[in-house]
């Protein structure tokens, strides 16, 4: 299938819902729900409705880890259970929300922000790796655990995964698809996944499960698990986010892991939102930057402001401030032919603040509030 809009933009003729309305998609972004689809009628309109496989990628340090937190926080309100699920095996998430080491092992690790009339919900963390993953599939697909231990002992799992990186990689998103698809009671047991999965160079090949495995397995379970998992992944019900910073490196992994992702064989997998991390406010209004970072401050008059103002050596004191307002405008400037080249890819972009004093539960809960108001949750 091609990637679709996510039901409940915005841009279908609806208008904003429960948006602030800031532009995020381009015009002539293909693929809107009609106007009589039911698809995303909820009490609160979002543009991720139907998405319930939340992968979160980007160039690492952009802050992967920390927007799939936030992520999960966002999503996980009106009662809602999201699992966060970690798969580099890194301790990122436990880091984050400052707990201890996190095991194999589903836990309640924080909860949603309430909201006015809504109940909160719940977040579950997972720090998922390959052999735990494996032995939990021997055990509950041939009741082999005693089987998988011994494989683990004599090494067998490190050489299975060696000579095939795939099955490692169908492992983990194996575990992903199963958390999402897993009902207790006739009920699924979570609203939403969220994965902090492996950085844009590696994304591509870490979903684009059948191939990589197809090589190894024509038939049996592993290929009809890898089958299964592929299906999710290429579903309406996965979205991939893209983490950047307005740096032009980054930027450019995001735009090519989208170009990957639309052109991968089996039709592609449904690119989600652009999340821009790290914005800081622009110090000047946009309509005075480029004067400014031409070096239209006027050193003179500044100077005379300063003095007036009975600030010491007026006039180094202009000159400093003078080449720190233009350094300034240059980095807004280029901040702003980063946004335009996103804006190029016609995905929703939502911007998270710089939390200046650094990460904690707070700063997070603010960063989970800003995608909320954004809509992407
Ligand atoms: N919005 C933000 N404001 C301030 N610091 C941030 C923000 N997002 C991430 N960081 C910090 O940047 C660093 C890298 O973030 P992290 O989520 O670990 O990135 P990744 O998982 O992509 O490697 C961490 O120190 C994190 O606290
Ligand atoms: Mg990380």
Redesign the pocket.
């Known amino acids: 299938m091609t990637p679709r809009a996510p039901a409940g933009a915005p841009e279908c003729g609806q208008g904003p819902a429960g948006r602030k309305g800031r532009d995020t998609r381009a015009p002539g972004d293909p693929g809107c729900a009609g106007p009589d689809s039911l698809q995303g009628v909820s009490t609160r309109d979002t543009d991720w409705e139907g998405v319930r496989l939340h992968v979160v990628t980007?160039?690492?340090?952009?802050?992967?880890?920390?927007?799939?937190?936030?992520l999960a926080l966002a999503l996980a309100s009106g009662g809602k259970r999201v699992l966060l699920m970690e798969v580099e095996g890194?301790q990122?998430i436990a880091?984050?929300f400052d707990s201890p080491p996190l095991p194999y092992e589903e836990r309640k690790i924080a909860v949603g922000p309430a909201d006015n009339a809504e109940p909160s919900g719940d977040v579950y963390a997972l720090v998922a790796d390959p052999e735990s993953a494996l032995l939990e599939y021997l055990e509950m697909f041939y009741n082999l655990r005693h089987a998988g231990r011994a494989l683990t002992r004599f090494g067998v799992m490190d050489f299975a995964t060696t000579i095939a990186p795939g099955l490692r990689d169908v492992l983990l998103t194996g575990k992903a698809t199963e958390a999402v698809r897993r009902k207790k009671g006739g009920k699924l047991v979570y609203d939403a996944v969220v994965m902090?999965a492996p950085?844009t160079g590696r994304i591509g090949r870490f979903l684009n499960v059948t191939s990589e495995v197809s090589g190894l397995a024509r038939v049996g379970p592993i290929r009809n698990h890898a089958d299964t998992v592929q299906k999710v992944i290429h579903s309406p019900e996965t979205a991939v986010h893209f983490?950047t910073t307005l740096e032009e490196m980054p930027v450019q992994e995001a735009l090519d892991g989208i170009a990957e992702l639309r052109d991968m064989p089996g039709g592609g997998i449904q690119v989600g939102g652009i999340m821009i991390?790290?914005?800081r406010p622009l110090e000047l209004p946009r309509s005075q930057l480029r004067d400014v970072a031409a070096g239209s401050v006027d050193e003179h008059e500044l100077a005379i402001g300063l003095k007036a103002a009975g600030l010491g050596d007026s006039v180094r004191l202009a000159a400093d401030l003078a080449a720190e307002l233009t350094d300034e405008a240059v980095a807004a400037i280029g901040q702003e032919e980063e946004r335009r080249r996103l804006a190029e890819a016609a995905q929703p972009r939502y911007d998270?603040?710089?939390?200046?004093d650094?990460?904690d539960l707070a700063?997070l809960y603010r960063?989970a509030a800003a995608l909320r108001d954004q809509g992407a949750a």
């Open positions: 980007g160039k690492g340090g952009t802050g992967k880890t920390t927007v799939a937190s936030a890194r990122g880091q984050v902090d950085p983490v991390n790290m914005v998270l603040p710089m939390i200046t650094g990460i700063g960063l």
